[in-house]
Antibody, heavy 122, light 114 residues
Framework: EVQLVESGGGLVQPGGSLRLSCAASGFTFSSYAMSWVRQAPGKGLEWVSTISGSGGSTYYADSVKGRFTFSRDNSKNTLYLQMNSLRAEDTAVYYC???????????????WGQGTLVTVSS | DIVMTQTPLSLSVTPGQPASISCKSSQSLLHSDGKTYLYWYLQKPGQSPQLLIYEVSNRFSGVPDRFSGSGSGTDFTLKISRVEAEDVGVYYCMQSIQLPLALTFGGGTKVEIK
């Protein structure tokens, strides 16, 4: 059974940093690209970033480019999202999700974690 | 970026009746490989999104056959043949054809039971 468990969310001040983690199990982790998708309170879904199976390729939404860094440790089956220079508009539930291909392109987000809440406020 | 537009914003359906949701993309989602990269998700209240339909019309594992997807190019439809109470939530369409990789979602359609 595919399981994705996010952690690391919390309250942070504007301009601050936070690192999210996502622990994966139930599939061959290094064979699949992974993504982060966020959902602001009461709003829709917004893609944040995708990383290839090897970690060699990363893609970011314009809204987070230059502030967020997505990485993975295939030896630990874990993803990391380093979020710097946080803004109020980054407040959201952050979901990690598995893609159906190694590279990530032309693929569905087929399994999702339960999400972790990030609140950016003073 | 490819813009995904869903209609209606909300839908109130009597149990056992059909429901239909439309999704339009700003660019064709038909790839040169012949596949069309359009997906449908359901986010039930208090839960994370779950994949219902991939590549326009293929039901994901465990999805009941009352859900069906259709369409081509830029116009797509999700149909529920007979709505059940467990189908309430927000439905989203998503595209994955854009390169460099950038996924975009529709704004969502909230389905409620009358």
């Amino acid at each position: 059974e595919v399981q994705l468990v996010e952690s690391g969310g919390g309250l942070v001040q504007p301009g601050g940093s936070l690192r999210l983690s996502c622990a994966a199990s139930g599939f061959t982790f290094s064979s699949y690209a992974m993504s982060w998708v966020r959902q602001a309170p009461g709003k829709g879904l917004e893609w944040v970033s995708t990383i290839s199976g090897s970690g060699g390729s990363t893609y970011y939404a314009d809204s987070v480019k230059g502030r967020f860094t997505f990485s993975r440790d295939n030896s630990k089956n874990t993803l990391y999202l380093q979020m710097n220079s946080l803004r109020a508009e980054d407040t959201a539930v952050y979901y990690c999700a598995k893609l159906g291909t190694w590279f990530g392109e032309l693929s569905a987000l087929d399994y999702w974690g339960q999400g972790t809440l990030v609140t950016v406020s003073s | 970026d490819i813009v995904m537009t869903q209609t209606p914003l909300s839908l109130s359906v009597t149990p056992g009746q059909p429901a239909s949701i439309s999704c339009k993309s700003s660019q064709s989602l038909l790839h040169s490989d012949g596949k069309t990269y359009l997906y449908w998700y359901l986010q039930k209240p208090g839960q994370s999104p779950q994949l219902l339909i991939y590549e326009v019309s293929n039901r994901f594992s465990g999805v009941p056959d009352r859900f069906s997807g259709s369409g081509s190019g830029t116009d797509f439809t999700l149909k529920i043949s007979r709505v059940e109470a467990e189908d309430v939530g927000v439905y989203y369409c998503m595209q994955s054809i854009q390169l460099p990789l950038a996924l975009t979602f529709g704004g969502g359609t909230k389905v409620e039971i009358k």
